[in-house]
């Protein structure tokens, strides 16, 4: 059975910190990795990787994807307490449907 | 752009009931897809469509129907309403596989079952 495992379930820090959050994920046909970020409402979407070691940026936030390890990580540097959100990755397989299976996604404070 | 929009955004329901959430794109997706969301369990995919005509069941379709009789639209029914079926719905939709898409997500629909 497909899964996606994401670890810290929850993380507590303080502004100007870096943080790095992480995704495992066991997807039958691998086709890519996606990284949503979840404030009040809708999820939006942040980066999705398909080829190993190619670093994705935006401003302060990163993601680069291990596929011999069948892991990604997301880093935040300098947090703001606007990074405070769930962070949600979610792997896809290469099925025509575009179903993506998700972790339990990373809670994220971040403390003035 | 409305992107996906969904109604109601909040709902009471008593065991029993039945009810349909709505979800619409403007974006002409042919992809779309119903997740719900418990805390700490990220999200399920409940059913999902890749076009008109066509639906098919998630990892969690049980109590659960849709339909998608035309490309903006995807509404999913509660038959028979249960405690377990509390939960916030997202519907999202994208527009293709080939190359691949991020789904984009709708606000929710936060749904309890007393």
């Known amino acids: 059975e497909d899964k996606v495992v994401q670890s810290p379930l929850s993380l507590v820090v303080h502004e100007g910190d870096t943080v790095t959050l992480n995704c495992s994920y066991e997807?039958?046909?691998?086709?890519?990795l996606l990284w949503y970020k979840q404030e009040k409402k809708a999820p939006t979407f942040l980066f999705m990787l398909?080829?190993?070691?190619i670093e994705k940026k935006s401003g302060r936030l990163s993601s680069i994807l291990d596929k011999k390890e069948l892991s990604s990580i997301l880093n935040i540097t300098a947090t703001q307490t606007g990074d405070s959100a769930i962070y949600l990755c979610?792997?896809?397989?290469?099925?025509?449907?575009?179903?993506?299976?998700f972790g339990q996604g990373t809670t994220l404070q971040v403390k003035p | 752009n409305a992107g996906v929009t969904q109604t109601p955004k909040f709902r009471i329901l008593k065991i029993g009931q039945s009810m349909t959430l709505q979800c619409t794109q403007d974006?002409?997706?042919?992809?779309m897809y119903w997740y719900r969301q418990d805390p700490g369990m990220g999200l399920k995919l409940i059913y999902y469509s890749v076009g008109a005509g066509i639906t098919d069941k998630g990892e969690v379709p049980n109590g659960y129907n849709v339909s998608r009789s035309t490309t903006e639209d995807f509404p999913l029914r509660l038959e028979l309403a249960a405690p377990s079926q509390t939960s916030v719905y997202f519907c999202?939709?994208?527009?293709?596989?080939?190359?691949?898409?991020?789904?984009?997500f709708g606000d929710g629909t936060r749904l309890s079952i007393l």
């Open positions: 974006m002409n997706h042919n992809y």
């Open positions: 999202a939709s994208s527009y293709s596989t080939i190359p691949d898409q991020p789904q984009h």
């Open positions: 979610a792997g896809r397989g290469s099925s025509n449907t575009g179903k993506l299976i």
């Open positions: 398909t080829s190993s070691g």
């Open positions: 997807v039958t046909n691998f086709r890519s």
